[in-house]
């Protein structure tokens, strides 16, 4: 059953933080969380460039387009992929919860461990890189363009993994070669891109170096329909398909 | 009058060009069923169209009165053991039943995951992490799992896989016991003696078809009762065959690769006179073995049968 207000079951969600926070993905994953952050450091070092700069073009260029977009996708496929191949699926499919609330609160754990991966090393990367010249607006903005990108892409990862086998596999070729590649060249790509939707509301806060036009208002109506959608989506094709 | 826990209606299923399940129709009530067929007859496309795992092609499945699909409540009196060796190993067998029964909606989970882990046997290593579990084990956490929220419908696939004769012994008196209680169990197994320990009632499936259903006994007897062939090899072969013509105990005798298969009616009474007639007529018994003992044959017998009665 889709119908229904969703709602974030507490069990599942404590399940799915405590599942993917188990084994080695979760340490690869942090050690990527740390590449900015290391950056930073260089950065710090060197400091050839005007410390502004630098940081827009670290979450422009690297945190958000890759390092958001990897472990946003491997934790989001994993929340569902996992509990597909194992089998588990089934133990959450033969309750009362609705389709749309599993998939959700399996969306809303994926994006916790996202955030928990991404906020210390952003924060970090930011006290190394601007030291202690940072305003508020130079922090807030970039996490919330991070977290809402973040967010979306968890949800997107989640409809893959209810409809191919290698939800992972497919999203980081999306990754390298739509949002890393074409979407960063082609002016009009970009609007298919959602790294570039958590760009425009980062540049409310840095300099803007790679960001589309639209407004930070709109990006983010359009990451939340974006996010609501693939939700919908992955819940209507869990209805539908075969489980496990 | 109530419904009867489990309607299949015209239930059909097909993958592609395969057909999983063919115009499937029965109705089950309180007490154990047993689903028999080989591997690959539809048994699991049955128990995950009766636990709403995925939808009939054509045909309609009602559980306990109603569409799962549109009313998922009804899993709070569901309970499954699927076959997939699925347990989250990072938690202790008391913690995933426990969880397992919150879900369904019980009041005092963790009171309900010991009892259902006593009934299985596995008390002492409750708070053990499940990654360690040996495989039996892991069957009897999948039933306890389903046990836990004290279900009317309970569907088991293949319960036995995996356990040792006493933890057989111990799960097959458990099912019983929970048929006795008025739940409507269904059990499925490529096992008919297995089944026939804890199910009066059996369903059996062939290539997806449903061959037979009825008091497990009177299937019991169709199998014991169909025409049987047998190979003998003898040392004077054409004569023995002559001899068991003449007697009526076969009918019909063939020879191959040098040995003779007869095909009997009644294979007890062909078992009884056979070495006497042998005697009598001089020939020396080399070797007697039944050639369509194996489970596959029983059940083509089965598939022939229901052909040929017009199902």
């Known amino acids: 059953m889709i119908a229904g207000a969703p709602r974030i079951s507490a069990p599942v969600y404590q399940l799915t933080l405590r599942s993917l926070f188990t084994g080695k993905r979760i340490l690869a994953l942090a050690a990527l969380a740390l590449v900015p952050v290391i950056a930073s450091t260089v950065f710090a070092s060197a400091g050839e460039i005007e410390p502004e700069l630098f940081w827009a073009r670290l979450l422009q260029r690297l945190v958000i387009p890759t390092i958001t977009a990897f472990i946003a996708i491997v934790i989001g496929a994993s929340a569902i992929a996992d509990e597909r191949e194992d089998g588990t699926i089934l133990y959450l499919a033969s309750t009362p919860l609705s389709r749309l609330t599993i998939i959700v609160t399996k969306i809303a754990a994926a994006w916790t461990a996202t955030l928990a991966l991404l906020v210390p090393a952003v924060l970090a990367s930011a006290a190394i890189a601007l030291g202690g010249e940072a305003d508020t607006a130079q922090i807030a903005w970039p996490l919330a363009g991070i977290a809402l990108a973040a967010l979306c892409y968890c949800a997107v990862a989640a409809w893959l993994a209810m409809v191919v086998r290698r939800p992972v596999v497919i999203g980081v070729l999306y990754i390298l070669l739509w949002e890393g590649s074409i979407a960063t060249f082609a002016a009009s790509a970009d609007r298919f891109s959602i790294a570039a939707y958590g760009r425009a509301i980062a540049v409310e806060g840095v300099i803007d170096v790679n960001a589309p036009d639209a407004s930070a208002p709109a990006a983010f109506v359009i990451l939340a329909a974006v996010t609501a959608l693939a939700a919908w989506a992955a819940a209507r094709r869990m209805t539908r398909t075969e489980l496990p | 009058m109530t419904e009867p826990a489990l309607v299949f209606d015209g239930v059909s299923r097909w993958y592609g060009d395969t057909v999983a399940l063919a115009d499937v129709s029965f109705s089950l009530g309180p ?281």
């Not at chain 2, 009892?115 to 046997?121: E, H, M």
């Not at chain 2, 499940?130 to 009317?152: I, N, T, Y």
């Not at chain 2, 019983?176 to 490529?190: A, I, Q, Y």
């Not at chain 2, 040098?258 to 006179?273: F, I, K, N, W």
């Open chain 2, 31 to 311: 007490g154990v069923t047993g689903l028999l067929g080989h591997n690959g007859a539809g048994k699991s496309t049955a128990l995950k169209l009766c636990a709403g795992f995925t939808t009939p092609s054509t045909g309609t499945v009602r559980v306990l009165g109603t569409d799962l699909a549109r009313d998922p409540d009804a899993y709070q009196h569901i309970g499954i053991a699927h076959d997939r060796d699925a347990l989250w190993q990072f938690l202790t067998a008391r913690a995933m039943v426990a969880l397992c029964a919150r879900l369904r909606g019980v009041a005092d989970p963790d009171a309900a995951a010991g009892r259902a882990l006593d009934q299985v046997g596995l008390a002492d290593v409750a708070d053990r992490r499940l990654r360690g579990f040996s495989h039996g084990m892991r069957q009897r956490v999948k039933l306890a799992q389903a046990l836990a929220h004290d279900p009317e419908l309970l569907l088991l696939d293949e319960p036995l896989n995996g356990l040792d004769p006493a933890q057989r012994r111990h799960i097959v008196e458990l099912i019983v016991r929970l048929g006795d209680e008025g739940r409507t169990v269904v059990v499925s197994s490529h096992v008919l003696h297995e089944v026939e320990r804890m199910a009066p009632r059996v369903l059996v499936l062939v290539n997806g078809h449903l061959v037979a259903s009825g008091a497990t006994q009177a299937i019991r007897d169709l199998i014991a009762d169909r025409p049987r062939s047998i190979r003998l090899r003898t040392d004077d072969g054409r004569g023995l065959g002559r001899e068991l013509v003449g007697a009526g105990l076969v009918e019909s005798v063939r020879f191959e690769d040098g040995a003779m298969l007869v095909e009997a009616g009644d294979v007890e009474r062909l078992g009884r006179e056979l070495p006497r007639l042998a005697r009598d007529a001089g020939v020396r018994l080399r070797r007697v073995e039944p050639v369509d003992d194996d489970l596959e044959s029983v059940y083509a017998y089965l598939h022939e049968r229901a052909r040929g009665v017009g199902r």
